[in-house]
């Protein structure tokens, strides 16, 4: 099994899937991004999509993370226990064949407080290696199912997830309020409401109030950007509360990140430092990088 | 218009309908009780409904409440301002012809906390006028979107909506946690469970634990009674605290109202009275049968 040289990076996700080739200097050679989810794969169909990966990116050795090592993945790759750094990944990697492995995911296997990451973990890691998390940091990974994590020497110690990207999710195109939530959700004075809505510890206490005051001609501007601000507001004080008050690092979407970055602002005020942010991907790709060196 | 002798009363809900035959004597005579909801009427269909009910139950004068009187349903009823009694409702019916009207709802013009209410304004005021609510009761209304009712002097006052119902069915039937969440939801050891973590205000930073739990050999027993217990429980906290800490009124489903009973007596402490229960149905044939002695 040869890991040196050049490799494919794939982060293949429940809806999404996004994969580089990385060149022996280690920079992005090219790379593709669709919604080939494993949800849209049938279950014996990961192996020609793999092939079909190589086939545009390179026939090279591929290193893959994400929800591609779950129950509906290609592989149910054990987790990793917290703590969990590179080298526990690196030993817990399911080989599919010499040139093709899944990246476990890690769990937290406390029974009063059970959780379980795929995807985080490797962008973690690739922010840890290049040196842009301390050893003892507070992450956060916003997203469908946003990650607070704790590191301890360098190691994902402990983490919970809130569901608030899900819920968002559920509420603008399912509930009552779904013509209300259809345009785009931006940082501003609407979602600053919600989250200052949220310090009461009641977001779903306040949602209705955007279908009343629609109905009775007192519309609230920005409704999307409120409901978002409702429930990140709340999750950003519930898991400060949990972690400690300090500005996470914040690892994801860009304009995910942007809507964290506002709500940790507004909470923890001005006085206090701003999150940094780190883009998703490039850590993905550190982290694949980071994990590749361990068993290289 | 003649109100006087026997009457059909007909709550007409987004997804259910229910009707009555009243009988010279206030008691039932006869019902029906079907899916025949206002989303499952073509726009124009409502007049064959209400004749289609009348074949049914008797071609007798008819007073309709709930969404039949929303922008959805058969007429958009202007709503009845706070404070507003069974006089405002009277005064504020829609009548379609001679001998068939719709109720108003309720709304709360405040554009800091606009509300608005269909069909729980007839049960709290059948309550009021079967005596079994004081003049300044604390009133709660389980379901899809809970309401929590101040009343003053007899007056639906001020109210709050909690979209728990709506929210829970999301997260039964759409969420990852779909299939833990398929059994019937009661007030047992998981359902306590639930309500005790959602004291710290954050029920959506508990909820993934279900799944995570289930994936690592640990989990839940009743993750259904576990999830329902974080909203309802986070409910009754959030109404508390707005509305004042005393045991309200339940008025609604018998099965729903069991769960409330259950968090608020969990909340409360066993040293608070229990809450009352009033069943929502018979609640509501009393509301249309208080509303019609306003206008006969």
Chains 1, 2 share one sequence.
Request: proline share 7%; glycine share 12%; charged share 20%.
């Amino acid at each position: 099994m040869d890991w040196q040289g050049p490799y494919i990076a794939v982060d293949w996700g429940t809806t999404n899937r996004r994969a580089w080739r990385i060149g022996a200097d280690g920079a992005v050679a090219d790379s593709c991004a669709d919604d080939r989810g494993i949800r849209t794969v049938p279950e014996h169909g990961f192996a020609a999509e793999a092939e079909a990966l190589r086939a545009r990116l390179g026939d090279l050795p591929m290193l893959l993370g994400g929800m591609i090592g779950s129950d509906r993945g290609w592989r149910n790759v054990p987790y990793v226990p917290c703590p969990a750094d590179a080298r526990a990944l690196a030993a817990g990697l399911c080989r599919i064949d010499a040139r093709t492995a899944i990246v476990p995911g890690v769990a937290q296997p406390d029974p009063a407080s059970p959780e379980v990451m795929r995807g985080e973990e490797v962008q973690i890691i690739g922010a840890l290696a290049r040196g842009a998390l301390a050893p003892g940091a507070l992450v956060c990974c916003p997203g469908t199912h946003a990650k607070w994590v704790r590191l301890e020497e360098g190691r994902i110690a402990r983490f919970a997830t809130w569901m608030t990207g899900e819920v968002f999710a559920l509420i603008s195109r399912h509930s009552i309020l779904a013509p209300l939530l259809a345009g785009e959700t931006v940082p501003g004075a609407g979602f600053a409401a919600g989250v200052e809505a949220a310090a009461d510890g009641d977001p779903l206490g306040h949602l209705f109030a955007l279908r009343a005051g629609a109905l009775i001609a007192c519309p609230r501007a920005d409704a999307p950007g409120y409901a978002s601000g409702l429930l990140i507001g709340a999750e950003v004080r519930a898991a400060l509360a949990r972690f400690g008050s300090e500005p996470p690092t914040l690892i994801g979407r860009p304009d995910l990140c942007a809507l964290y970055a506002a709500a940790l602002t507004q909470v923890l005020g001005p006085a206090a430092p701003s999150a940094t942010v780190i883009d998703g991907e490039a850590a993905f790709r550190a982290g694949i990088g980071a994990i590749i060196r361990e068993v290289a």
